[in-house]
């Protein structure tokens, strides 16, 4: 096996070992929540003035199965929608108090799961901490206009 292919399944087994890892707590504490949901509910609150179209290109999805989702969040009391005074055509969203109880055992979690592992990135170094940003930031980069040629194709 190359190293290219080497990290690529490192990559794969620890995402993997990282949901297996997290996976029961999160269910349990979050019972009755989809992780769409949930992610939906933490982009809301992490990014002012959501919208349709900031919330699909965020999680690669089409803007109607992201309506779809935010309906279903607003139904269930966690999010509502608003309008800006100075623009009465773009819908935009918040979280209702509701929302921000999912939103704070969501981040609790990831913080209780960032203190479990933080024994690994207290012997990283600051020059590996900056390799592997510059790799993650080119293999975006590569994806991202990848992703711009197949929406292109699909139009």
């Known amino acids: 096996m190359n190293k290219e292919d080497q990290?690529?399944?490192?990559f794969r087994d620890l995402y993997n070992k990282i949901v297996l890892l997290n996976k029961d707590k999160m269910e349990e504490s979050l019972k009755g929540y989809?992780?769409?949901e949930v992610h939906c509910i933490e982009y809301i609150e992490k990014n002012a003035d959501s919208n349709v179209t900031k919330l699909a290109d965020?999680?690669?999805m089409t803007r109607g199965a992201i309506s779809k989702l935010t309906k279903k969040l607003i139904q269930k009391g966690l999010i509502e929608?608003?309008?800006k005074p100075e623009n009465k055509k773009e819908?935009?969203?918040?979280?209702?108090e509701q929302g921000k109880v999912i939103y704070n055992i969501h981040e609790d979690l990831h913080n209780e799961f960032q203190e479990r592992d933080k024994v690994v990135f207290e012997e990283v170094t600051e020059?590996?901490?900056?390799?592997?940003?510059s790799f993650l930031a080119k293999?975006?980069?590569?994806l991202d206009e990848e992703i711009k040629k197949v929406d292109l194709?699909?139009?």
Do not use: A, C
């Not at 990290?7 to 490192?10: A, D, L, P, T």
């Not at 819908?91 to 209702?96: A, Q, S, V």
């Not at 020059?127 to 940003?133: I, N, S, V």
């Not at 293999?139 to 590569?142: A, D, F, L, R, T």
């Open 58 to 60: 965020s999680f690669y």
């Open 81 to 83: 929608s608003y309008q």
């Open 7 to 10: 990290v690529m399944k490192g």
């Open 139 to 142: 293999y975006n980069s590569h």
């Open 91 to 96: 819908i935009y969203f918040r979280l209702t």
């Open 153 to 155: 194709q699909t139009e």
């Open 34 to 36: 989809k992780p769409s």
């Open 127 to 133: 020059k590996q901490f900056d390799t592997m940003l």
